[in-house]
């Protein structure tokens, strides 16, 4: 399975009712890639960083809706994550 994980908005963010819900509408996907790649994704890419609890999370990605409009680009992005994926050791 791919690292692309979503996030709820902050400014609207809903639980799902189960663990197996799709993601909310107004959900981000969010990329897990490897943090020394980060600053080349947000250059080339209209993906932010993830700022958690006060700092940017480098490593994570907001993917923007843009870059996820075609097959191609999700592709793109699916393969970032399995690439990352495919780099840990396994468990």
Excluded: C, F, N
């Excluded at 969010?30 to 960083?49: E, P």
């Excluded at 700092?55 to 690439?83: H, K, N, Y």
């Amino acid at each position: 399975m791919a690292h692309i994980r979503w996030q709820a908005d902050p400014a609207t963010a809903q639980a799902p009712a189960t663990q197996t819900e799709p993601p909310q509408v107004s959900g981000l996907p969010v990329a897990r890639i490897r943090w020394h790649r980060t600053d080349a994704q947000v250059a080339t890419t209209k993906a932010t960083l993830v700022h958690m609890r006060g700092r940017d999370m480098p490593g994570w990605l907001r993917v923007s809706s843009d870059d996820l409009r075609t097959d191609d680009q999700l592709a793109r992005w699916v393969e970032i994550g399995t690439g990352y994926a495919r780099s840990l050791p396994p468990k």
